[in-house]
Nanobody, 118 residues
Framework: QVQLVESGGGLVQPGGSLRLSCVAS????????MGWYRQAPGKERELVAG???????NYADSVKGRFTISRDNAKNTVYLQMNSLKPEDTAVYYC????????????WGQGTQVTVSS
């Protein structure tokens, strides 16, 4: 089975930065869309940032200009650089990969906690 391993979460002060990493155990991550989602207590899970097989990116309006998603296909890794963090960014962040053609082949990481607090 496909395994996604996330790292980089933690506690940070407002205005600080974190970089999340997610390594996927697929044979070739280049054929998968990849993304980061988050879920805060009492809220629905939302897409934070996504990057397609063609390297097109999209971001939630709330993180535009602050977060950057990138991928390194050779390392089977997707990153989320988070700058200027706000308390509202506090959530569990989940990595997701989805096959570019077989859309039902989608996988989730276990999640990593990001807490922005002074």
């Amino acid at each position: 089975q496909v395994q996604l391993v996330e790292s980089g979460g933690g506690l940070v002060q407002p205005g600080g930065s974190l970089r999340l990493s997610c390594v996927a155990s697929v044979s070739r991550v280049s054929i998968y869309d990849m993304g980061w989602y988050r879920q805060a207590p009492g809220k629905e899970r939302e897409l934070v940032a996504g990057i397609t097989t063609s390297s097109s990116t999209n971001y939630a309006d709330s993180v535009k200009g602050r977060f950057t998603i990138s991928r390194d296909n050779a390392k089977n890794t997707v990153y989320l650089q988070m700058n200027s963090l706000k308390p509202e960014d506090t959530a569990v962040y989940y990595c997701n990969v989805r096959h570019g053609l077989v859309r039902t082949l989608a996988y989730w990481g276990q999640g990593t906690q990001v807490t922005v607090s002074s």
